[in-house]
């Protein structure tokens, strides 16, 4: 049995979307982090980061959510959820996922905790600030892809795990002065993403209630 580690509305949320699409039996383990479930050292033996997710699949412990998505989609979707190997537009997908896991999420993770790159108030705003402005420009990046990609994703036509995982980021800014929805494309992108079966029933079981994004 697939068992996946999560929080809610945690970076489990792209994988978690990707169990629920393909529809393969698994189950939800949750943390509760404000008990610090995931620092605590029976998890810590799986994952040693203590981050979240972590997905167990027939023995195998896998960390680090872009992992977790491409081992998901080659195993069990059946070529559905990614292009063939060796095909341009498997090269397009390892792109965009290094993209967003590398530089999207990481700039999200230096908005949302700027405290760790700086001690004073007034030091901490300004990495905040920044990280907006830097988040910013890599959504207009998207935006910008999205409306030439062709069709209503990322890759064009064909649904992949890009889309989960763009729409899991994008629901991060939801906050910040200029969100992921304010953009024409972008906006469409998640409205059309939250239609889905399979996105639906996923915040259902993380208890997370709209507006999504």
């Given at each position: 049995m697939i068992q996946l580690y999560y929080y809610p509305g945690n970076a489990n949320l792209a994988p978690h979307m990707i169990l629920e699409e393909m529809g393969i039996p698994y189950e939800l383990v949750l943390l509760d982090t404000e008990k610090k479930?995931?620092?605590?050292?029976?998890?810590?033996?799986?994952?040693?980061?203590?981050?979240?997710?972590?997905?167990?699949?027939?023995?195998?412990v896998l960390t680090e959510t872009a992992a977790i998505c491409l081992h998901l989609a080659d195993k069990y979707s059946g070529g559905k959820l990614v292009?063939?190997?060796?095909?341009?537009?498997?090269?397009?997908?390892?792109?965009?996922?290094?993209?967003?896991?590398?530089?999207?999420?990481?700039?999200?993770?230096?908005?949302?905790?700027?405290?760790?790159?700086?001690?004073?108030?007034?030091?901490?705003?300004?990495?905040k600030a920044n990280a907006e402005a830097r988040v910013a420009e890599m959504i207009d990046l998207l935006e910008n892809s999205l409306a030439q990609s062709g069709g209503a994703y990322l890759l064009g036509e064909q649904f992949t795990l890009l889309d989960p995982y763009l729409f899991m980021l994008c629901r991060w800014t939801r906050n910040m002065h200029k969100p992921a929805r304010k953009r024409?494309?972008?906006?469409?992108?998640?409205?059309?993403?939250?239609?889905r079966p399979c996105v639906q029933r996923t915040f259902e079981m993380e208890g997370i209630a709209a507006p999504y994004f």
């Open positions: 479930e995931h620092q605590q050292a029976a998890y810590m033996k799986l994952n040693p980061t203590g981050k979240i997710p972590t997905l167990l699949d027939d023995g195998l292009p063939a190997l060796g095909t341009p537009q498997r090269a397009q997908l390892y792109r965009w996922l290094m993209y967003l896991t590398n530089t999207l999420q990481a700039e999200l993770i230096t908005y949302f905790y700027p405290h760790r790159l700086a001690q004073e108030e007034a030091a901490i705003a300004q990495v024409e494309h972008l906006g469409r992108f998640l409205n059309l993403l939250a239609e």
